[in-house]
């Protein structure tokens, strides 16, 4: 039971500050946080509670290239949103979806036939991020100007959803082993509720600047994942992820400060 509540905390307060730093920060930052290993995290570490060192440790060799499938979600939802941007939103948002998980689930069982390992999966993921700084290139950065109130019913559908991702992935990774376990980990927890609430609540334009910025910030998920394969087998669950945590957040503050050096010189 307090496994039970600690998926359910941990889940909702990374969800509602995500939504809320979308809100103030903007949905630029909100999409380079966003790559920071947040759903992956928290599903990779109650796996490893519940499964054990070797089965989280297996598992985080094919979050890689579960990356790779969520990439591909994020790619489908955009253009079938943008395909979709006039029609009325109760066709928008369960068609965009609909693609979305068709797009993750199809590259998630291209990537289960083939057998991965730490750099093998490093790689396929750098490839694939590469592609989308590409194809995303083009979306333009759109700010939030007219803020939509945080009602409790907004505050409860966010909580919820990442409620039930959380535990339905990790509840099920018994039963479809570390492969599917870790290319289900990549799955964006954290983030897909919040694009159902930019996309509802403010349109296309800011969904599509989180998704553009996404890529941007999927270096620490990177360093995270591969440190995790090192450290959990070595140092275990609670300070492998500490750990990890640390050398994916130095990385988000290097890139962060390279980001604002190069903006403040070609301001100047």
Do not use: D
Request: one cysteine or more.
């Amino acid at each position: 039971m307090a496994l039970l509540f600690a998926k359910l905390a941990v889940s909702i307060g990374v969800v509602l500050i995500l939504s809320v730093l979308a809100e103030r920060a903007g949905p630029r930052v909100a999409g380079v946080l966003s790559g920071y290993p947040l759903g992956t995290a928290i599903l990779l570490y109650f796996i490893g509670v519940e499964q054990g060192v070797a089965f989280a440790s297996e598992s985080a060799v094919y979050a890689l290239p579960g990356l790779i499938a969520t990439l591909a979600f994020l790619y489908a939802y955009y253009l079938v949103s943008r395909q979709l941007l006039h029609q009325k939103m109760v066709w928008q948002l369960p068609l965009s979806s609909l693609a979305a998980f068709g797009a993750f689930l199809t590259v998630s069982w291209i990537c289960q036939q083939i057998s991965f390992n730490r750099v093998s999966g490093a790689i396929a993921l750098l490839i694939a991020m590469g592609m989308a700084l590409v194809l995303f290139r083009g979306i333009e950065n759109v700010r939030i100007l007219n803020r939509v109130r945080l009602t409790r019913s907004v505050v409860l559908f966010r909580a919820v959803l990442a409620a039930l991702i959380v535990l339905g992935i990790s509840g099920i990774a018994a039963w479809i082993g570390p492969k599917w376990a870790g290319l289900f980990s990549g799955f964006p927890v954290t983030l897909y509720p919040m694009m159902l609430i930019l996309h509802v609540s403010y349109g296309v334009g800011p969904l599509h600047t989180v998704i553009r910025n996404f890529p941007r910030g999927m270096g620490a998920l990177w360093i995270y994942i591969l440190a995790v394969t090192v450290t959990y087998p070595i140092w275990g669950i609670n300070t492998g992820t500490i750990l990890s945590f640390a050398v994916a957040t130095l990385y988000l503050i290097a890139y962060s400060t390279l980001v604002w050096m190069r903006e403040k010189s070609v301001r100047a």
